[in-house]
């Protein structure tokens, strides 16, 4: 059944609000309410009926957001280059797109001389872009952090915010193990990963929440984030984060 126009819109007021609802209890508060499934269907109604009907689509469009606004608590840093996040895909429809839009943006850059195609570029063949090649491995679910490193020793660590500003969560950053504080040479350098928690670690600290009478967390990507947004950094060093 075609949706009129009014009709889109109010759909689009609805959603609009009960993605913002959710969104800011994720990013903000770190206490869902429903599944990331739930929110991904909201989320791609949102997308369909504004590509139907892109009139209606406005600039507070929850679809033109990432991540959330940095929280009062923490001082605010602006990142060195603007970070962005994964697009997510559902189908081989959509990973297909996804291949075809590459290969032109490939062949376009090629074409303007902004990458190199030829037997003297640094893979010392030259090949067609259609025989492209990919390498996939499993993503790990985690939080975002972007680490600056100044003549090759740790000085800030922040989530990816709103893109462009981020919470400075140093202090947090520097209890996880895996993250060394200084590099074997003296590099100028931002390193961007995940800060994640196993399952095992996700239980621990929920049967200890639990003994407290306090709010269990959903999932490892909600108690990863919640460790790293502590203003007790000695409660982050006891969450064992990777």
Known sequence: MCMSLAEAKKRIEQLTREIDHHRKLYHVHDAPEISDEAYDSLFRELESLEQEFPVLKTKTSPTLRVGDEPREAFRKVRHATR??????????????????RLKRLLEKEV???????????????????SNIEYVAELKIDGLKIVLTYENGVFVQGAPRGNREIGEEV??????????????????????VGEAWLSKDELTRINAERKKMGEPLFANPRNAAAGSIRQLDSRITAKRRLS
């Open 170 to 191: 140093t202090e947090n950053v520097r209890t996880i193990g895996t993250i060394p504080l200084a590099l074997e040479k003296p590099y100028d350098v931002t390193v």
């Open 83 to 100: 970070q962005w996040s994964f697009d997510d895909v559902f189908d081989l429809t959509e990973l297909r797109a996804w291949d075809e």
């Open 111 to 129: 074409s303007q001389g902004q990458i190199s195609n030829s037997p003297a570029s640094p893979a010392g063949r030259q090949f067609p872009i």
